[in-house]
């Protein structure tokens, strides 16, 4: 009997956490060009516009007949996962990438410290902490040279970031299948078509911002957020943060494969700390939802 990939890997939510952590990597990568095009609106209006029209192609949710419950779920997961995307875009502006990444991570660690009631998962959660800042080379930014705006919109990303892995949760227990993101992405890509039209204008439509939102679009969203909407169906919210913290290491190395980048002492040590600490954390037996 041949298995369905898809089917295959819904039953390894750490597979595709994983397969969620690559694609962002590639989708940071060609935002870090959308940018300067269309500005922070402008991109994140793009992403989830496109993303949702992907979505909806494939998935076609069922809206009728979902109960308020529902709706109060998937609303708020989509404020949160909008703002997100708003708060980290508008961080990126004002600070470097290291040091936003860095405070924006602390929202999911301090989630899993939170979930946590064992002294392991603790000391893994600090593990992959020390490993996040030592890889973004947060240590080594003066004070000084910091946008305070830019470290509350990184901080303000953060705790999105640890509502949209709460509310994600709970949207995939209330929606079947991907239709709790699809409608989520819908639900922010009305509320910010009309903001990035007034703000951005007709560059939103241009062939070149058109081309790199629909790759962003789907690196950055339609792929990751639904590979780990399925993954968080059979994961703690806890052990999926520190997960994640395999982010800044996957793109550590993407740099020393891809650009050349070569990896400080620092950094190697960072990477360490980090796959300990998944590692850790991967090693509790995990709960299943009822």
Do not use: K
């Not at 999105?160 to 922010?188: K, N």
């Amino acid at each position: 009997m041949v298995t369905h990939p898809a089917r295959a890997l819904a039953g390894h939510p750490v597979a595709l956490v994983l397969l969620a952590v690559v694609s962002v990597q590639f989708g940071g990568a060609l935002a870090a060009t959308l940018l300067p095009v269309v500005g922070v609106v402008g991109s994140v209006t793009l992403r989830l516009v496109l993303a949702t029209a992907v979505l909806w192609l494939f998935v076609r949710p069922r809206v009728r007949g979902r109960s308020a419950g529902d709706w109060w779920v998937v609303g708020l997961f989509a404020v949160a996962l909008t703002t997100m995307n708003l708060a980290f875009y508008g961080s990126l502006a004002r600070l470097p990438i290291g040091v936003a990444v860095t405070i924006e991570f602390l929202g999911p660690l301090a989630l899993a410290a939170v979930l946590s009631r064992r002294v392991r998962d603790a000391v893994a959660v600090l593990a992959a902490l020390a490993g996040v800042t030592l890889i973004s080379g947060a240590l080594t930014t003066p004070w000084a040279e910091l946008d305070h705006l830019g470290i509350l919109l990184a901080a303000s990303a953060g705790a999105c970031w640890a509502a949209y892995i709460v509310l994600s949760r709970r949207t995939g227990e209330r929606f079947e299948g991907l239709d709790g993101i699809a409608i989520c992405m819908g639900l922010g890509a009305v509320a910010m078509l009309p903001v990035g039209l007034l703000v951005t204008g007709p560059d939103l439509w241009a062939p070149e911002a058109l081309v790199r939102g629909l790759g962003i679009a789907l690196l950055s969203s339609a792929v990751p957020y639904s590979l780990e909407l399925l993954a968080l169906r059979h994961l703690r919210s806890g052990t999926f943060g520190v997960l994640l913290s395999l982010e800044p290491a996957a793109a550590a190395l993407a740099g020393l494969l891809v650009l050349g980048q070569v990896l400080s002492a620092t950094q190697l040590v960072g990477m360490v700390l980090v796959v300990t600490a998944s590692i850790t954390v991967l090693g509790r037996p995990v709960r299943r939802p009822r």
